[in-house]
């Protein structure tokens, strides 16, 4: 993630109904519930699913997809690295 884009503290929740982000490669928002089921997530991924929020923002759906404003960029000079350590529940 792009680092002078982010805001802290980070938080770190299951995804919430009505939840949304701009998907990497995409340029409009989309719901996480649709992104979930263009992805063909079980219902048992849906319920296990968490997101990385920066402020408001969604920066990460935990696994499968960052968001589009907070990836790297040409002229990004910090990253910060993010990764799961274990298998979240």
């Not at 009505?18 to 996480?32: Q, T, Y």
């Not at 979930?36 to 696994?63: A, P, R």
């Amino acid at each position: 993630l792009d680092f002078d884009q982010l805001h802290f503290p980070l938080t770190l929740r299951k995804w919430e109904k009505g939840d949304s982000f701009v998907p990497l490669g995409m340029k409009g928002r989309k719901n996480v519930s649709d992104f979930m089921i263009d992805q063909k997530f079980s219902s048992l991924q849906k319920e296990s699913t968490w997101v990385l929020c920066s402020k408001e923002d969604i920066v990460w759906v935990v696994g499968h997809r960052i968001d589009e404003r907070y990836r790297l960029v040409a002229q990004t000079e910090k990253v910060y690295l993010v990764e799961p350590l274990q298998k979240l529940k």
